[in-house]
């Protein structure tokens, strides 16, 4: 193992890591991230202690304790670019010794847990209902340059995919395919909870099909043929811009990860939440108490 140099690994006089601005000491093992930083709050304010809060830019991060868990919620802002600098850094805080600048010799494993808002790819799935991303598919190309194997669970979705592509068109990018940590899939998931495959796409508007004053190459008869792809019993339920960034960064780093999302919006049949507040409410509530039971 080598010295990792100091413009790879940017602290600050304070012994801060650069984007996050945290000390290795202020994170929990779990870890909840949110995209929106003023979601932190509506997270922590559950929790019976908070030991720290820290803010800059985008990336605000409260660390406490609920009952006997220790826990840290973090903010991530939008899209698989920040995901790759929140997920690096989270690593370095438990992985990397600071003071000698290498990597310690025991590794933490980190479980991360995405409470998010997502659009439904099915017609069936209406809004304000819970979902857990079995699987992610990545419309962006962060995976892309790193270097990794997919699990034959994995290679099989792509595989699959792949042939299913052959008849509906091809995406814009190569996708790529990431599996959720299964443990926490089952502690996470319930009948109130469907469970399914989730595209992550690198923006908002032409990236899912939305049509403003720019064409998407992304139909709505191409969003549908989309939704019928299936494989292991799970159907592309849903997209939004995180999930599959998360899981693959998070196995390439050894760590477990899942996604969690609040159904605010079915593209399928047009129709937008009444009470997005309530059923974000409604998810962080779910996934506090199942992670203390």
């Known amino acids: 193992m080598s010295i990792i140099p100091e413009s790879e690994l940017i602290l600050d006089p304070e012994g801060r890591i650069y984007h996050l601005a945290l000390r290795p000491e202020e994170i929990a093992n779990t870890i909840i991230t949110v995209g929106d930083p003023d979601r932190v709050e509506r997270v922590s304010r559950y929790f019976d202690r908070i030991d720290h809060k820290v803010s800059q830019r985008e990336f605000k991060t409260h660390t406490g304790w609920l009952g006997d868990q220790h826990l840290t919620v973090i903010s991530t802002g939008i899209g698989p670019d920040n995901i790759d600098i929140v997920l690096n850094e989270l690593d370095a805080l438990v992985n990397i010794d600071f003071s000698t600048r290498m990597p310690k010799p025991k590794r933490t494993q980190l479980h991360i847990i995405r409470i998010g808002t997502t659009g439904g790819l099915q017609s069936d799935l209406p809004v304000d209902s819970l979902l857990v991303s079995r699987f992610g598919i ?26 299913y592509l052959q008849y509906v068109g091809k995406l814009p990018c190569e996708p ?40 998407s190459k992304l139909s709505l008869p191409m969003l549908k043929q989309l939704s ?18 998360i899981l693959g960064l998070s196995r390439i780093l050894g760590h477990h990860a899942l996604s969690c999302n609040a159904v605010l919006a079915n593209r399928i049949t ?6 997005p507040k309530k059923t974000v409410t409604q998810l962080i509530e779910t996934v506090l108490d199942r992670l203390q039971s």
């Open 270 to 275: 047009n129709v937008f939440s009444a009470q």
């Open 176 to 215: 790529y395919v990431f599996e959720a940590n299964k443990l926490l899939a089952k502690k996470i998931s319930g009948m109130d909870i469907r469970q399914g495959i989730t595209l992550t796409c690198p923006g908002f508007y032409g990236p899912q099909g939305r049509n403003l004053r720019g064409r």
């Open 138 to 163: 990545g419309m962006d190309n962060l995976l892309h340059f790193y270097e990794y194997q997919n699990t034959l669970s994995e290679a099989e979705l792509v595989d699959n995919l792949n042939d």
């Open 228 to 245: 019928g792809f299936e494989h292991q019993g799970l159907t592309i339920t849903n997209f939004e811009m995180e999930t599959a960034a």
